[in-house]
Structure formats: structure tokens, C-alpha cells
């Protein structure tokens, strides 16, 4: 079968007219890309694939481990429990004092996450938007800048997690300059907001990056033109700018949601574990991996993970999110194999890369 | 050309592939430990201590240098199965994590571990590492707290290596400026010696007293102090949480109204051990409660210790007279999935023979668990604290033993943590945890 295409392909590649490299591979069709990507997909077969089907096993299963009272041992495995491990998200009693008041351990974890992404993802946005408008003038010094915007965004977030926990300490620079001593590191509502300063200063940088590749594809003509219309700068900027950058903006907005969502490193590294203010999903799930309950661990990681699905999906479905630009060619509207009809229409970057050559 | 669009379906999996990737992360490790369960090891079957061959001490870091000395030390005089040193990181709960995953995944070349006192219990009951026999391993020239730390339902399952306690470190000079000529014993008196230090000039901002109170189990190290030295317990002999009476409320009510009335200053619920050295080595603080390792370091002349030579050592007060500490230290264990656990027991032997630990003790510091050297002329040379430290251990008091011990101290920390913030009361806090702890340790 091999054979067969290897000899049948070259003969569709000359049958064309065009002038194509002799490779049996590279037939332009599904097979070259098969093959370029199969290291790729076997990696994220093995490091995702594999351990998600794990995981959404082990959520259906629980340790058997009642301590025997006469040795203390126990009996090692597991037992497959059913929706047990779900149900306990309504069922367990594990009340904790959080931002949001009493309640399930659970619930107060889910609203942490939830609370701490809308507010950074607010807040670095506008950041954000505020840096790459910077970054995309012409002035004295502007790589500089550019290159310091981006600093924070290049530390690793458990560096930066010590590193504002040096910050926060009651002795720490924030509570200097603001001087009063507020106990950023106990576990307080303020705890919440030190998450949130640490949070939005790491990541606006990657909101700004994304806004200003988006910003730098508005033809300067725009502008021109708009100038001459006699529009003002805030005009510019919401009839303008905003409108022509958004799809940019709202899949730099939808990466940074998802990873905020599972924020891990900046409440544990910083404030700590068994913070109730601030323990988000993930920080949950992994104490109760620390607790050996894995099952249980493996069901709040699925919930967190329909979560973040959801989220993803309304992203794409309500806002529009062009994760890999298929909005260009869509419009055009253009038959396939029928490349010879010259429009004028933009072109993307994958139609760009993929074109006859 | 062809080009085949993908559907919307496919873009949204594609737009939660970060999703993906992270329940992978979180699973992965649920998925592996828990399926090759039931190694059956830790059996009431005695076990074979007799295989020769190279194995490996899994510790956390060597910070003194001083085990790779004495590692090379028992190779060569046992040609027939020599140790090489498996580092582990300096987090104790990583280096628990680490020895659960080695575990496992049926290591065989983990065979003797370092673990932490307050192990035992979880690492016993999963057959994680092997009772030990008492024949070949006896207890009777160890101190009896550290031996009680590493014996589970009466077998011994770790040979205590290093002990530890917590001391009263307090300014000579400033108690002796305001005529005090005795370090206090109880809570009472501590605060009485504060109010009369403060009150002369230059002292007012001193702060009084500290411990470690940030929430992580230093904090239930501290809890447990407090009500331990109210005469009351956590966990009753008999095994049954009894942490709601009259006493140890009393005990931990004290520890509350200090914060309250600033006798323990602000700050200090956002402390661990470093940041309260830190304070009483700047000469911020009067009385501080910490491990014997301060010593040295609040004793080093290079200008980083501004109180040099005006510092003393007492136990612990309590509330109505001498306290009690908390049990700390570390045992030798043999994992029970190690290959050459003869190997393994006779290295366990030479690092806990007398020799091996002095010259342990004189190059970390860390708290002797054989009762002789604790009059040892070369130790109390170098550690003059060290009659004080037998006496804090000898009272000492192990943490509940429990099998979850997790959700144990994160359950104390929570009672612990929410009263001093004031966010609960402790007649509230302490019947939530009675109910809590009732739950955990059956």
C-alpha cells in the first residue's frame, strides 16, 4: 500500500503543471502532516491523554483505608466508589471560614477561583491594553521599555511568588510605603488582594504582548484618515483601535482566563496551603493528593477541568474567539481547490505558510 | 491545494488544550500511586535483614557536610553493601511525597529513609517501611519520648536518629537591667517580666513574645505546646481525641489573649521559625520559643546577631508551671520495597551508634536521642544549652500519632489559626475540632 501511493503521488504533483520537489512525503495532502506531527500528538498522547483517562478513573475510585484496630495496618487498594466522589461536593461537611463566608470546603475553593480570575483577568486586560498602547509608540528608549514590560512576564511564577512574598511580609516594602502593617501572608481578605497585585503584575506583560501584535496590524492609513475626519483621541481609540484589536484581545484574554483558572503556584508559593481565603481548585485538589485521597483529588481536578471547558467554549461561541484564524479565510468564502481566482482579500498567516510554492 | 477547515468542535478542544494539560498535572500522580497498591509488606511475617548489596539513604539536604563523611566512612568498612546518599529536598512535606512516589513505584534502591517523627504513623500503617526487630534493634539506651515517636501499635518501625525540642530563648541582659533574676516558667510571670522590661526606658517597642504562629505545622507544634502545658492532651492515651475540656481551652485561650493584648506581637501569626530568629537576633524580641538550632546562629559573631552573648536558654513555661514541648526529630526507617535490607539495617546501626551520632551532634547541632551524650563533656562544651534541651525532650510530648496526620494538624491549625485572627472563638474552635478529630483518628 506503501508502494502504491509513493508511485501514484508524484504523478497528481506533476499532473498539475506546477513545478514540485519529487518527494513521495510531501503530497501537500493529510499523510506529510501526519507524520510531521505524530511526535507531537504521541507526546500529548503520553503526557496528556494517558494521565486524563487516569484521572477520570481514579475519580471513581477511593483508598480503602480504615487503619485494621488490632495491627493499625491498613489494607492497601482501592475500591471503585461510583459518583461518590462527586456527591461529596454537596454532601461534605467540611465547613471552612472563607472571603465568601461559611461554607464547603469545596465551594469556597470554586468561588476563590472563580472570584480571583475575574478580578485579574479585569484587571490585566486593562493593564494590558494601557501597556501595549505604550509600546506601540515611536519615542526615545522604546525597546527599552518594551524589554522591561516584559521582565515580569519571563520570571517563573514560584520565583515571583517568593519573591512578593518578601514584599507582602509585615516587615516587607509593600506595607513601607503604604505604612500601616497589614498581614498580607496570614489569611485575611487581604491575602486575597496580595494575590491579585501579584497575579495582575506577572501577567498584563502577556496581555500587553498579545494586544500589541494585534495593535501593530492597524494600518497607520486608519489613523491618517481619521485624523483628517477631525476624530479625537478617544474616539481613535474606541472606534478605532479597540474594534480592530479585539479578536487579538479576546484570545489573549481567553489564554490568560484558562491559566488563571488553575492558578496553582502564586497562592501556595506565597500565602501558603490551608489558606482558605485564597485556596483555588487546584491548591485544593493537591492537598487532598498530599492527604492520599486521590480519588477525591481526581474528581475536583475533573470538575475544575469541565470548568475551565466550559469557560473555553463560551469564549469561543459568545465572544467570538479565533483561536487559530480561521475568521479570514472564512469570510472569503473561496472554493477549494480554486486558488487561481485572484482576490484581493486579506490573507491569513496559515493560508500564508500553506500557499503554493 | 486542498486544506481541510476544522469544524468548531475541534477549535474549542483545541482552545481548552491548556485545560487538558493541566487535569493531566493534577492526576497524574493520583492515577499511578494508587493503582500499585497492595505490596502486603509490613506483614506480621518477620523480615529477611540479611541481604547484602548497594542501596540508598534517602535524607533531606546535607547542610553540614557531614554525611557524606560518615557515608564514606561505613563504606569502607562494609565492603559487602555500600550506601550512597539520595538527596532530597529541604521541604519536609516534598521529602514525604517523594519516599510516598518511591514507594509506589516499588523503588528498590530506596532502602534506609529519614523520617520525620510525625511519619510514623501514616508511613507504618501503609507498610511503607518494615517494623524493625527488637532484638537487633534495641531501645533501652535511647531517650524513651524518642523511641515512643517511632513505635506504632507497639512495634518499632523507625530507630530515632535525631530528636528535637523546643526551648525558651530569653535576654539575660534585659531581664537581669529590671531585677529579674530567673527566666519565668509560667505564661503568667513571662508577661509580668515583659511589663516590667518595657516599662523602662528605651524598651517600649520591644515586643514580648513569640513562637510560630503562621498557619503550617509549626503552628500545631505551638498549639500543642500550649495545651500540653496546661496539663490537658489533643489525643488521650488511649488513642481518643479529647482536646474540648476545660484546661486545654484554658491553655490555648492564654496563647489568644497574649496576641490580643500585644504581649505577642501583630506580625508574629505571619511567622515561622526564620522570621522570629530574625526578630529576637535584631533585638526586637524579649522571649522567643524555638529549636535548639538558634542557638548557634544567634551566638555567631560576624555581626549578623546583635545579641551575642545576651541571650540564655530555659523550658518552655506553661500555664501554671513548667512547660511542655512538642517532640521533634527525625527516625531511620527501612523502606519496605528496599532490595538489600541487611545493608540497610547494618547502616541504621552504624549511624545511630554512639560514636556516629557525637560527631553528628558536634557538626549539625542536631538534638542527640542517646541518652549518654547528653553529658557528654565534648557536647555540653560546644552546646552549654544541652542539660536544658534533655530536660525539654525528656517531657516532651510526641504530636497525635494518626494515620491521616494531614488532615490532623491541618485541622488544629484551622482551630489554631482562626482564634487568634479572632475569627472564631475557642470554645467554638475547640468543639468544632473535638468533633473534627473524632472523625480522623478512630
Not at chain 1, 483561536?323 to 480554486?338: Q, S, Y
Not at chain 2, 557524606?68 to 563504606?75: E, V
Not at chain 2, 500503617?125 to 515517636?149: E, I
Not at chain 2, 514580648?208 to 509549626?218: D, L, M, P, V
Request: charged letters at 15%; aromatic letters at 10%.
Amino acid at each position: 500500500m506503501a508502494t502504491a501511493t509513493a508511485v501514484s503521488k508524484p504523478s497528481t504533483a506533476t499532473g498539475d503543471g506546477h513545478k514540485r520537489k519529487k518527494n513521495a512525503f510531501s503530497d501537500g495532502q493529510g499523510r506529510l502532516a501526519w507524520m510531521l506531527l505524530a511526535p507531537t500528538l504521541l507526546v500529548i498522547f503520553v503526557m496528556a491523554g494517558i494521565p486524563v483517562v487516569m484521572s477520570i478513573r481514579e475519580s471513581f475510585f477511593a483508598n480503602d483505608n480504615a487503619p485494621d484496630p488490632t495491627t493499625g495496618l491498613i489494607k492497601q487498594g482501592e475500591s471503585f466508589v461510583g459518583i461518590k466522589n462527586f456527591a461529596q461536593i454537596f454532601t461534605s461537611t467540611d465547613v471552612v471560614q472563607g472571603n465568601w463566608g461559611t461554607m464547603n470546603r469545596f465551594w469556597n475553593a470554586f468561588l476563590n477561583t472563580s472570584m480571583i480570575t475575574i478580578v485579574c483577568v479585569v484587571i490585566e486586560t486593562v493593564l494590558g491594553v494601557a501597556m501595549a498602547l505604550i509600546m506601540s509608540k515611536a519615542f526615545r528608549g522604546r525597546g527599552f521599555v518594551r524589554a522591561g514590560i516584559l521582565v515580569p512576564w519571563a520570571i517563573p511564577t514560584i520565583v515571583s511568588a517568593l519573591m512578593w512574598k518578601l514584599i507582602f511580609d509585615a516587615n516587607g516594602v509593600m506595607n513601607k510605603i503604604l505604612g500601616q502593617q497589614i498581614l498580607w501572608l496570614s489569611d485575611t481578605f487581604s491575602s486575597f488582594w496580595a494575590i491579585v497585585i501579584a497575579d495582575s503584575w506577572k501577567t498584563a506583560p502577556f496581555i500587553g504582548l498579545l494586544t500589541l501584535a494585534g495593535l501593530q496590524t492597524i494600518p497607520a492609513e486608519v489613523y491618517e484618515a481619521a485624523k483628517v475626519d477631525g476624530a479625537s483621541a478617544i474616539q481613535q481609540f474606541t472606534q478605532i483601535t479597540l474594534p480592530m484589536v479585539k479578536p487579538t484581545l479576546v484570545v489573549a484574554v481567553l489564554f490568560r482566563t484558562l491559566d488563571t483558572l488553575r492558578m496553582f503556584d502564586l497562592p501556595y508559593g506565597m500565602i501558603g496551603p490551608g489558606k482558605y481565603r485564597v485556596e483555588t481548585l487546584s491548591v485544593f485538589a493537591y492537598q487532598e493528593t498530599q492527604a492520599t485521597r486521590f480519588g477525591s483529588a481526581a474528581a475536583y481536578s475533573m470538575v475544575l477541568f469541565i470548568y475551565v471547558l466550559l469557560v473555553a467554549y463560551l469564549f469561543v461561541r459568545v465572544l467570538g474567539a479565533d483561536v487559530i484564524g480561521e475568521k479570514a479565510p472564512k469570510k472569503k468564502k473561496v472554493k477549494k481547490n480554486d486558488r487561481n481566482d485572484t482576490q484581493a482579500a486579506p490573507v491569513s498567516g496559515i493560508e500564508l505558510a500553506g500557499g503554493a510554492h | 491545494m486542498s486544506f481541510v477547515r476544522p469544524k468548531r468542535g475541534v477549535l474549542v478542544v483545541a482552545a481548552s488544550l491548556s485545560a487538558v494539560l493541566l487535569a493531566a498535572a493534577c492526576g497524574g500522580s493520583g492515577g499511578s500511586s494508587s493503582g500499585s497498591g497492595g505490596s502486603g509488606s509490613g506483614s506480621a511475617a518477620a523480615v529477611d535483614l540479611t541481604k547484602q548489596g548497594p542501596t540508598e539513604y534517602w535524607a533531606g539536604k546535607d547542610t553540614s557536610g557531614n554525611l557524606a563523611k560518615l557515608i564514606s566512612q561505613f563504606n569502607a568498612q562494609h565492603p559487602q553493601g555500600k550506601v550512597t546518599f539520595h538527596e532530597l529536598p529541604d521541604n519536609a512535606d516534598q521529602q514525604q511525597q517523594q519516599m510516598i512516589q518511591a514507594t509506589t513505584t516499588k523503588n528498590p534502591n530506596m532502602g534506609v529513609i529519614s523520617m520525620d517523627v510525625v511519619w510514623t504513623a501514616q508511613f507504618a500503617a501503609n507498610g511503607y517501611v518494615v517494623a524493625l526487630p527488637k532484638d537487633q534493634f534495641p531501645t533501652d539506651k535511647f531517650l524513651p519520648a524518642t523511641v515512643s515517636s517511632a513505635t506504632y501499635f507497639n512495634k518499632l518501625y523507625g530507630y530515632p536518629a535525631s530528636s528535637d525540642g523546643g526551648l525558651l530563648y530569653y535576654r539575660k541582659d534585659l531581664l537581669q537591667k529590671a531585677g529579674i533574676s530567673d527566666p519565668p516558667t509560667t505564661w503568667s510571670q513571662l508577661m509580668q517580666d515583659c511589663d516590667k522590661i518595657k516599662a523602662q526606658a528605651g524598651n517600649a517597642s520591644l515586643g514580648c513574645y513569640a513562637g510560630q504562629f503562621q498557619k503550617y505545622e509549626g503552628l500545631t507544634v505551638n498549639f500543642a505546646e500550649a495545651v500540653n502545658g496546661a496539663g490537658a492532651v489533643i489525643v488521650g492515651e488511649d488513642g481518643k481525641p479529647n482536646v474540648n475540656t476545660d484546661q486545654a481551652k484554658q491553655g490555648w485561650s492564654q496563647i489568644v489573649s497574649m496576641y490580643q493584648k500585644g504581649y505577642i506581637p501583630k506580625a508574629a501569626i505571619t511567622w515561622q521559625e526564620e522570621q522570629g530568629r530574625q526578630a529576637f537576633q535584631s533585638g526586637q524580641l524579649i522571649f522567643l520559643r524555638n529549636w535548639p538550632y538558634v542557638y548557634a546562629l544567634a551566638s555567631k559573631d560576624d555581626g549578623s546577631s546583635k545579641i551575642v552573648g545576651k541571650f540564655g536558654v530555659a523550658p518552655l513555661p506553661g500555664l501554671n508551671g513548667p512547660g511542655v514541648s512538642s517532640l521533634g526529630g527525625h527516625n531511620m526507617a527501612i523502606a519496605a520495597n528496599a532490595a538489600n535490607k541487611g545493608t540497610a539495617a547494618d547502616f541504621i546501626k552504624f549511624m545511630t551508634s554512639e560514636q556516629t551520632m557525637k560527631s553528628n551532634v558536634l557538626a549539625t547541632s542536631a538534638a542527640p536521642t542517646l541518652t549518654s551524650l547528653y553529658t557528654d563533656s565534648d557536647i555540653t562544651k560546644k552546646y552549654p544549652y544541652m542539660p536544658i534541651l534533655l530536660k525539654s525532650i525528656e517531657t516532651a510530648k510526641p504530636r497525635p500519632k494518626a494515620v491521616d496526620y494531614t488532615d490532623v494538624t491541618l485541622a488544629i491549625e484551622d482551630a489554631g489559626y482562626s482564634t487568634l485572627q479572632g475569627q472564631q472563638q475557642v470554645d467554638q474552635a475547640f468543639s468544632t475540632l473535638q468533633t473534627k478529630l473524632q472523625g480522623l483518628i478512630k
